[in-house]
């Protein structure tokens, strides 16, 4: 019997390529999908990587082989391959390992109508099914493939929930890191009052000039750089399967995640007024202060684009947003899309004058720490031994809603949480400025790696 885990994460299938996936595992998580979502049919994308298509093509024999159809979109995003799952209604299956090495690849997998598939929506029968074995349906006949090119049809349905044909014109840096950025950037920004300046665009899975994961600060540099030399109004950079965007402001300068989510969030609440906006617990304590400010309903989850999925859906929100730079849409299905997440800032600096500098200025009140992570073998042990420092003194709030999130009397918090999938724990701390950020931080390090 297989044991699978290793590379069946909290919300995807990921592993080294030739280790862990091969063509014939793929082959059988294809089988085990289909029978989880029943037909009529799957639609399949891909990344940029060397191992994908082969994957793919793995997956979508599985498939077949239980007598469901297979539309195979080609290269895309993930939240291109959500788009098609939206709009045809069929469960999807997205193959990349997203800003992992070259060496890895994975599977991002989803219901009709992009719905998500995580450990508790089927991605642990998935898990029980391979590793038991699943055997080709005996009594139906094969499943078809057929190809179908859904680039054009994914841009101009962003580009009609977003309208930036009144934008004054912006020159904007786009950094795609070798990644899927490269194909959808060109389609989803031709005809928009947007100079786009492009940087590695080129498809390339072997990642040659950086690690297509910008949030980490050294990944984004050469964007820093560019922004300023051309002079440009604002710099964008995605991850390796463009689900994710950051955003530099006109003088380089990094704008929080927490930022975006509370500027789009404005944007959404003034076309939806009084709707409900989720945040995860991560993100800055502006965000539920800037919702309620604007009639919204704030709503904090948990970490992981499944629990702000299903979240969405029981509430009715219009919009989501993370710390780590993943916005979901209700009106995308309720999938999350860097893309569109990128046009809303956009839009919203073409339809004034003022630097991007000045217009985020408003939604980020709060200093932070950004993400520190630490090795830790005995994660439970550590987080016991921060609860009982802190639990301890007087006025101190603690809350273990992902983690523990420890509120301080003087306004400053921090959050350490487990990684599910590496012996991790990730620290985040916010305060009223960036000494009282670091000193925080720095006393619960102190434990955390003492």
Known sequence: MRDLSGIVKAYDIRGVVGEQLDAEVVRDFGA??????????????????????????????????????????????TDMLYFASGKLNLPGAMFTASHNPAKYNGIKLCRAGAAPVGQDSGLAQIRADVEAGVADAS?????????????????AYLRELVDLSSSRPLKVVVDAGNGMGGHTVPEVFAGLPIEVVPMYFELDGSFPNHEANPLD????VDLQARVREEGADAGVA?????????????????????????????????????????????????????????????????VGHSFIKEEMARTGAIFGGEHSAHYYFRDFWRADTGMLAALHVLAALGEQDGPLSALTADYARYAASGEVNSTVDDQAGRLAAIKAEFGARDGVELDELDGLTVSLPDGSWFNLR??????????????????????LRDEVLAIVRG
Do not use: W
């Open 32 to 77: 085990a999908f289909a029978r989880l979502v029943g037909g009529p049919a799957v639609v399949i994308g891909h990344d940029m990587r060397d191992s994908s298509p082969g994957l793919a093509a793995a997956f979508a024999d599985g498939v077949t082989r239980q007598g469901v159809d297979v539309i195979s979109i080609g290269l895309a995003s």
């Open 217 to 220: 600060p050294k990944n984004i």
């Open 418 to 439: 487990a990684s599910n999938t590496e012996p991790l724990l990730r620290l985040n701390v916010e305060a009223a400025d960036a000494a009282s950020v670091a000193a």
């Open 139 to 155: 009594d139906v006949s094969p499943g078809s493939l057929s190809e179908r090119d859904m680039l054009v049809e994914y841009a």
């Open 238 to 302: 995605f991850d390796g399967d463009a689900d994710r965007c950051f955003v530099v402001d006109e003088r380089g300068e990094p704008v929080s995640p927490s930022a975006i989510t509370a500027l789009v969030a404005v944007r959404e609440l003034a076309k939806d007024p009084g709707g409900t906006i989720i945040h995860n617990l991560i993100t800055s304590h502006s965000v539920p202060e800037i919702v309620r400010e604007h009639g919204g309903k704030p709503v904090r989850t948990r």
